[in-house]
């Protein structure tokens, strides 16, 4: 009997340690391919005045188009760099912002190890399963794009997902119950405020929803003393970002869809329920019958290795108050999201904000699967458990891992000719003379960004849609070549 105990426990931990194996191999397969990211029109242009104008470039951006300091800061930074070397970097810059999201379970795992009273290796091989799962969906679950490919939208938007994966993270091994714990949470949704607007909503959203939290334990005799500020700041600091957004960028906007929606609220909210249940249901903004299923089986098979990794694990479940304000807060920001983009623009633009509200998604159903948590048998489960939640690893890396795959090897195939004609379109760009080539790249299954359209483009024609790329390079003409 003991010899098949032994067997069952190493088939345990087999089972585990493969599937965790595959999550790793998947994300590191994946950070492979920053280097293949691309420029936009907006590195060109923001670049470019950087090192024409400096410092009252970065201040006016700043002030009038983009208060969002954490964000802006790491581009006037990247900025320094390409304009010193003059090379793009794009490798090393989307690595250290990889690196930031990979790192939030190792930062919260590091301040659990000093409160842990059991089997530490259990809880490691599980805690690691449970949260490299959510960022493994972050690229798995949908088209990562520009989101994670594209140096000016990861700047904003991918910074943005770090500091409210850390949040969970923090949240989730109830390490807000210190004051370490308290200041890293706090100092994640200060950088989320000044990220981008949709993390700076939901800073002012978890802000909001955790003083009311307070105001009813304080009803009660609970007393938190200076406990306040750490959901005060963020709050404070994000309705500030929001402020400034509102009143400097959105008048500006114009119009990318001619929509009743357009600078009408009513409206933008109306239209944002529909759009929000439909980012919920599927991927993608088509409904089908197909589409909905697989994305229901993708998340409750999520939910599930959520559940079971987190009661293998032995660590203590985070408060139900906790878990439900991080939930809402989800929902709120994934619903303001789209509503913004109705308001400011009368219809869904740029996939990127998409790919980041599918993210914030997986978190809400990570939340809710610690959230099931309370309600579970003894601890002589855990057999059973360990068994479930490695079952439902493989299982849901079944339904994910075999498309992609297919698409990294077509990436991995094109990479060296993505390097090969980037660099030569910079050394085309700068030498001397004023005529330049772009060497068009192949297009990614995944890191999927902007291909520039094909043709011949003069610095002083109106009709210029690269007029950013003949400015940076200062060349007279710009000739796109499409890939052969």
Known sequence: MSYFHSIERFARSLLTWASLVILLAMIASHVGLVDVGQWTDDEFLIIGSYRDRGWAAFCGRLIS??????????????????????????????????????????ISFMQLRTKLSGDSRRTLKFFSLFAYALIALFLLGHSPGELFYWPAGAAAYLSTLSAITL???????????????????????????????????????????CLVGMSVDKAKGVDYQWKILWHLVPALVGMSVLGLLAHNRVPGQAPVFATAEYHNLYLSLKAALGETLKAYLTTGHRISTRGVLLAFLLKACFFLVVRYCWLSSGVKVARQQVLIVFALSVVATTYFSVAASY????????????????????????????????WHTGMSDIPRWEWLGGIFAVGMLSMVVPGRFRALVHDYKNY?????????????????GNT??????PRGQVAQTLIFVPGIYYSNAKDNSYVHINQFFEKERLEIRPYR
């Open 167 to 209: 949040c969970f993270f923090q949240l989730a091994g109830n390490l807000t119950e210190h004051r370490a714990g308290r200041v890293i949470t706090a100092g994640s949704l200060i950088c989320c405020a000044g990220s981008s607007e949709t993390g700076a909503f939901f800073a002012f959203a978890f802000g909001c929803l």
């Open 343 to 374: 308001y400011g623009y009368g219809g869904l633009t740029n996939p990127w904000h998409e790919e980041l509200r599918q993210c914030l998604i997986m978190l809400l159903v990570a939340a809710v699967g610690l959230l099931s948590c309370h």
């Open 436 to 441: 330049m080539i772009w060497f068009s790249p």
């Open 416 to 432: 060296a000719v993505c390097i090969e004609n980037r660099n030569k379109s910079w050394n085309s760009g700068l030498s001397d």
């Open 65 to 106: 188009w983009s208060p969002r300091p954490i964000s802006e800061g790491l581009i006037w930074a990247y900025s320094c760099l390409v304009n010193w070397a003059h090379k793009p970097f794009i490798g090393a810059f989307l690595g250290l912002l990889w690196l930031l999201l990979i790192g939030t379970p190792l």
